[in-house]
C-alpha cells in the first residue's frame, strides 16, 4: 500500500486512496442500521401497556383457612405472572398496586370475570391497551386449571383465552403453570 504526499497550505498531510474508497460502504452501513436498528429501539419503548386484574379462584372445596392462604397465593401468582411478562418484554406491564387501588374503589361484589365487561372501564382507568383476567379452577386439591383472558380494550373484544391444567395445589405448580402460560404466550405474540 503507498501512501500519496500532498501539501496543503504549507503543511504535509497523507492521503490513504484506499480510505476514499470506503467511505461509501462505511456509509452503507450507517444507513442500514439507522433504519434498521433505530425503529426496533422505538418499537420496544413503544409496547403495548397491558393491565393484569387480580387473578381469582373458584374453589369448590374449600376448608378452613383456605380463604386466606388463596387470597395470598393469588396475589403471589399476579404479581408473578407480571414479572414474568415483564422479563420477556411482551408487553409494558401497568404498575400492580395502581391496578389493585382501581379494582378496590371499584367495589364490583363479583369476580373480575363475570363483571359484565367491567374489566374495558378498569383497563381505561389505568391507561393500558390491553387488559389481562384470570382465574384458578380448583376442582380438587390434586386437580386445577389456570384461565386466561387478553382482551384488547379499544376493540373490546377478547383476542387470547386459554386453559391450563396443572397438578398440585401448591405455589410451585401454580407458578409452573404460570411460567408454561407465559412462554406460551410468548409464542403467540411472535405470530
Not at 420496544?44 to 372445596?61: C, G, Q, T, Y
Not at 363475570?114 to 378498569?122: A, Y
Not at 391497551?129 to 380438587?140: E, N, P, R, T
Not at 373484544?157 to 405455589?171: C, H, L
Amino acid at each position: 500500500m503507498m501512501l500519496h504526499r500532498k501539501t496543503v497550505s504549507g503543511n504535509q498531510s497523507f492521503q490513504a486512496p484506499w480510505l476514499f474508497r470506503m467511505r461509501r460502504p462505511i456509509l452503507t452501513i450507517l444507513v442500514f442500521c439507522f433504519i434498521h436498528i433505530a425503529p426496533n429501539q422505538s418499537m420496544a419503548s413503544e409496547k403495548e401497556r397491558l393491565v393484569i386484574l387480580p387473578f381469582e379462584i373458584i374453589d369448590n372445596i374449600p376448608g378452613p383457612g383456605s380463604k386466606e392462604r388463596n387470597e395470598q397465593m393469588l396475589k403471589n401468582l399476579t404479581t408473578f405472572i407480571g414479572k414474568k411478562i415483564k422479563e420477556h418484554e411482551l408487553f409494558e406491564v401497568v404498575t400492580q398496586n395502581r391496578v389493585n387501588d382501581l379494582v378496590s374503589a371499584a367495589q364490583l361484589g363479583t369476580e373480575v370475570h363475570n363483571c359484565n365487561l367491567c374489566e374495558f372501564d378498569l383497563a381505561r382507568q389505568a391507561g393500558g391497551d390491553k387488559v389481562m383476567i384470570g382465574w384458578i379452577y380448583k376442582m380438587s386439591l390434586l386437580i386445577l386449571t389456570l384461565h386466561i383472558e387478553i382482551k384488547d380494550v379499544s376493540g373490546e373484544q377478547t383476542i387470547i383465552r386459554k386453559a391450563y391444567d396443572f397438578r398440585g395445589d401448591n405455589e410451585y405448580a401454580w407458578s409452573r403453570a404460570a411460567k408454561y402460560m407465559v412462554r406460551d404466550l410468548k409464542s403467540m405474540i411472535a405470530q
